[in-house]
T-cell receptor, first 114, second 113 residues
């Protein structure tokens, strides 16, 4: 089974600043998918960003970018120019190719302060 | 387009009672998944439906949990009898194909007293 570790239970950031969330994972697979999901309070969990392991280029979605280090099995999420609406719990997740089960980390609660 | 919906949003029951959670996937999504987050830990996979068929229920914790998806539309997850350790947030997700993006509902928070 894959293990996904998010070592930061909570983080706080000032509006407009940058915050980086860490995620490490353990797998023997060479190809796989990595995800960051965001769940705002009492709302649906939505996909923020997705990375395919065979792609070396780090994925970017507007203010969200990842630093994918395959050898280190690290997949951190950077939120730039933080906004109040970024306040949420963020989950890192892993999926093997040709699979459908997501393996999640325990989550990081991010609070953006005005 | 409506997203994945779950009902109820919260449920508080006594140990030994029965609770049924409902999930309505996005229309046209054949794949439906149940996940659970217990005690602030990781979200864990429970099971996967393709239409009305259970493809994988390897994550179901024990036989007190019963999931159904009659007609291949909405799904229910019944816990009978509920135990204290069943408390947590139950998420439902759906996808168009099994490798596609999974769209999640807001979850049902279950508290067993």
């Amino acid at each position: 089974a894959q293990t996904v570790t998010q070592s930061q239970p909570e983080m706080s950031v000032q509006e407009a600043e940058t915050v980086t969330l860490s995620c490490t994972y353990d797998t023997s697979e060479n190809n796989y998918y990595l995800f960051w999901y965001k769940q705002p309070p009492s709302r649906q969990m939505i996909l923020v960003i997705r990375q395919e392991a065979y792609k070396q280029q780090n994925a970017t979605e507007n203010r969200f970018s990842v630093n994918f280090q395959k050898a280190a099995k690290s997949f951190s999420l950077k939120i730039s120019d933080s906004q109040l609406g970024d306040t949420a719990m963020y989950f890192c997740a892993f999926m093997k190719p040709n699979d459908y089960k997501l393996s999640f980390g325990a989550g990081t609660t991010v609070t953006v302060r005005a | 387009e409506a997203g994945v919906t779950q009902f109820p949003s919260h449920s508080v029951i006594e140990k030994g009672q029965t609770v049924t959670l409902r999930c309505d996937p996005i229309s046209g999504h054949d794949n439906l998944y149940w996940y659970r987050r217990v005690m602030g830990k990781e979200i864990k996979f429970l099971l996967h439906f393709v239409k009305e068929s259970k493809q994988d229920e390897s994550g179901m914790p024990n036989n007190r949990f019963l999931a159904e998806r009659t007609g291949g539309t909405y799904s229910t997850l019944k816990v009978q009898p509920a135990e204290l350790e069943d408390s947590g947030v139950y998420f439902c997700a759906s996808s168009q194909d099994f490798r596609g993006e999974q769209f999640f509902g807001p979850g049902t928070r279950l508290t067993v007293l």
